[in-house]
T-cell receptor
């Protein structure tokens, strides 16, 4: 399978704990995006990498959130001191070039539940 | 401020019928308008997309109609099938490389489509 891979698929954590998610994009893609999707809502942009450079962060990404993409390959999203409001599906997507009809490829997401 | 408004929130259609989902946007800098299909437990998958230089695009049973002056676009699913039952999201993006555009997508809130057999 050459799609976008996200791990873990599900994560349950206690409030105040730190969690880390991993995204493995399609190998030739140089752009990588993180989105957050809450129940009944569309995905919301969090941050974006081009190769290893993090080029933009949404205001949704508080100081407790950090994302990295070392060597421009896989990416990690860490949430420190989790809060119940962090419960959501975290989606990763990758793209190579903005080619007509190509668009993003999303992973299946990591569902985070903070109890 | 919601930049992309989508309606209806849910839609029930009989098999063989036409499903129509509407979206309206505010930012005139948007120049790429995709539709995504999402099944439970999966990420969104690109269905069809359009740019504002055309008023309609058709791929199989799926058609996007675009009205630039009204800042509205819609998805039509012809001959709807039970397998089309999913959540559909419209989205918009600015892809012209000016002002630091990065192709991030702004999504609508989604429409849950149910096609009854």
């Amino acid at each position: 399978d050459t799609g976008v891979s996200q791990n873990p698929r599900h994560k349950i954590t206690k409030r105040g704990q730190n969690v880390t998610f991993r995204c493995d994009p399609i190998s030739e893609h140089n752009r990588l995006y993180w989105y957050r999707q809450t129940l009944g809502q569309g995905p919301e942009f969090l941050t974006y990498f081009q190769n290893e450079a993090q080029l933009e962060k949404s205001r949704l990404l508080s100081d407790r959130f950090s994302a990295e993409r070392p060597k421009g390959s896989f990416s990690t999203l860490e949430i420190q001191r989790t809060e119940q409001g962090d419960s959501a599906m975290y989606l990763c997507a990758s793209s190579h070039l903005w080619v007509e009809g190509y668009g993003y490829t999303f992973g299946s997401g990591t569902r985070l539940t903070v109890v | 401020q919601q930049q992309v408004k989508q309606s209806p929130q849910s839609l029930i259609v009989q098999k063989g019928g036409i499903s129509i989902i509407n979206c309206a946007y505010e930012n005139t800098a948007f120049d790429y308008f995709p539709w995504y299909q999402q099944f439970p437990g999966k990420g969104p998958a690109l269905l069809i997309a359009i740019r504002p230089d055309v008023s309609e695009k058709k791929e199989g049973r799926f058609t996007i109609s675009f009205n630039k002056s009204a800042k509205q676009f819609s998805l039509h699913i012809m001959d709807s099938q039970p397998g089309d039952s999913a959540t559909y999201f419209c989205a918009a993006s600015r892809t012209q490389n000016s002002g630091g555009s990065n192709y991030k997508l702004t999504f609508g809130k989604g429409t849950l489509l149910t096609v009854n057999p």
